[in-house]
T-cell receptor
Framework: GAVVSQHPSWVICKSGTSVKIECRSL??????MFWYRQFPKQSLMLMAT?????????EQGVEKDKFLINHASLTLSTLTVTSAHPEDSSFYIC?????????????FGEGSWLTVV | AQKVTQAQTEISVVEKEDVTLDCVYE???????LFWYKQPPSGELVFLIR??????QNEISGRYSWNFQKSTSSFNFTITASQVVDSAVYFC???????????FGAGTTVTVRA
């Protein structure tokens, strides 16, 4: 079946540095990918919609200059947290909209735990 | 306004008991999708079910069953004869129109005690 893979699964970075998280669709082309953020014991909140070959669409309240999203191919979207601070520590998870399967199914990656120290 | 409401924050049951998780949603769209996901402590989201707005037929999958009622905008989830492995956070989610963005409920933490 379709698989979406995220890398890295865990990352610890120093405050002020940038960190990149990758989201790959392994056996299908993803025209659209979504990035969500989940703080501890909270729900998942959509951050942005990533469309292949065009600029990402950010949800209200999400800083586009801080959370850079690049969707350069139909199988890869990247989220870069720039100048990370401890408050950015969170679980980041992507989903991909595949064009195969029943009714354009949504597939989620395994998620990436970011800790900023 | 919150689109998906999961009123139960935490539910604790003893193994073999049934547990029902409530989900109430709000949308003006006539075409939408409802989802349930399971999130174990490791974090990944395990897909359980997707239901489109035109299919009100209830579904059963093993020990899991879902009750979709458009009249009350509810999409409740029941685990029958719960097991310890069912312990997790369960999220109900809504996707409106065809954009496939998901609005998640707050989640319900289910703890099944042996």
């Amino acid at each position: 079946g379709a698989v979406v893979s995220q890398h890295p699964s865990w990352v610890i970075c120093k405050s002020g540095t940038s960190v990149k998280i990758e989201c790959r669709s392994l056996d299908f082309q993803a025209t659209t990918m979504f990035w969500y953020r989940q703080f501890p014991k909270q729900s998942l909140m959509l951050m942005a919609t990533s469309n292949e070959g065009s600029k990402a669409t950010y949800e209200q309240g999400v800083e586009k200059d801080k959370f850079l999203i690049n969707h350069a191919s139909l199988t890869l979207s990247t989220l870069t947290v720039t100048s990370a601070h401890p408050e950015d520590s969170s679980f980041y998870i992507c989903s991909a909209r595949g064009t195969v399967g029943p009714g354009n199914t949504i597939y989620f990656g395994e998620g990436s735990w970011l800790t900023v120290v | 306004a919150q689109k998906v409401t999961q009123a139960q924050t935490e539910i604790s049951v003893v193994e073999k008991e049934d547990v029902t998780l409530d989900c109430v949603y709000e949308t003006r769209d006539t075409t939408y999708y409802l989802f349930w996901y399971k999130q174990p402590p490791s974090g990944e989201l395990v897909f359980l079910i997707r239901r489109n707005s035109f299919d009100e037929q209830n579904e059963i999958s093993g020990r899991y069953s879902w009750n979709f009622q458009k009249s009350t905008s509810s999409f409740n989830f029941t685990i029958t004869a719960s097991q310890v492995v069912d312990s997790a956070v369960y999220f109900c989610a809504l996707s409106e129109a065809a954009d496939y963005k998901l609005s998640f409920g707050a989640g319900t933490t289910v703890t099944v005690r042996a």
